[in-house]
């Protein structure tokens, strides 16, 4: 089915969707920079020797929540977690 953005963004909100953009941050020459992931060397033989976090939003009715996660990489249990609004 062919369709153009007025027709997607009209029909967006019927299914609670927003878009979003994002700015990408940059580096001085305009590039982004580079950061080694040591993590992913690392042979892990047992719990408590990574641990791995993530953070992200949740779009509630009312406002945005920022959920962030500390995970154990050799179990793959939840170590902490904080769920918390602006």
Do not use: S
């Given at each position: 089915?062919?369709?153009?953005?007025?027709?997607?963004?009209?029909?967006?909100?019927?299914?609670?969707?927003?878009?979003?953009?994002?700015?990408?941050?940059?580096?001085?020459?305009?590039?982004?920079?580079?950061?080694?992931?040591?993590?992913?060397?690392?042979?892990?033989?047992?719990?408590?020797?990574?641990?791995?976090?993530?953070?992200?939003?949740?779009?509630?009715?009312?406002?945005?929540?920022?959920?962030?996660?500390?995970?154990d990489r050799f179990s793959r249990r939840v170590v902490g977690?904080?769920?918390?609004?602006?």
């Open positions: 089915m062919l369709v153009n953005h007025k027709r997607v963004a009209r029909i967006m909100p019927d299914d609670n969707l927003i878009a979003a953009t994002r700015e990408w941050p940059r580096g001085r020459r305009g590039h982004m920079e580079v950061h080694v992931n040591l993590a992913g060397r690392m042979k892990v033989t047992g719990i408590n020797q990574l641990w791995v976090a993530d953070i992200t939003y949740v779009r509630l009715n009312w406002e945005f929540v920022y959920l962030a996660v500390v995970l977690w904080a769920l918390d609004g602006l």
